[in-house]
Nanobody, 116 residues
Framework: QVQLVESGGGLVQPGGSLRLSCAVSGIIFSDYIMGWYRQAPGNQGELVATISNGGLTNYADSVKGRFSISRDNAKKTVYLQMNSLKPEDTAVYYC??????????WGQGTQVTVSS
């Protein structure tokens, strides 16, 4: 079975940092573009970042310069390093894996709360 399991979320003060991890199993990891998507109640969901197997990355304008996505193919894990966090970054962050023909798998999400 396919599993994407996020971890690393929590409560952090504005200006702080968190590192999210997503452990993947049940798929050929290298066949998938990995990404992080976030959604908060009352707000439109946003694809925060993606990374291809070859390491090509894309970021939403809202996080450029602050967040960094990476992947470790040996560990079948994707990471999201989040720095200079703002209250508006508060959301549930979901890991996703997108393969051929838009076949996509999703994790259950991890809560990130940025607050004083």
């Amino acid at each position: 079975q396919v599993q994407l399991v996020e971890s690393g979320g929590g409560l952090v003060q504005p200006g702080g940092s968190l590192r999210l991890s997503c452990a993947v199993s049940g798929i050929i990891f290298s066949d998938y573009i990995m990404g992080w998507y976030r959604q908060a109640p009352g707000n439109q969901g946003e694809l925060v970042a993606t990374i291809s197997n070859g390491g090509l990355t894309n970021y939403a304008d809202s996080v450029k310069g602050r967040f960094s996505i990476s992947r470790d193919n040996a560990k079948k894990t994707v990471y999201l390093q989040m720095n200079s966090l703002k209250p508006e970054d508060t959301a549930v962050y979901y890991c996703n894996a997108r393969g051929a023909d838009s076949i996509t798998f999703w994790g259950q999400g991890t809560q990130v709360t940025v607050s004083s």
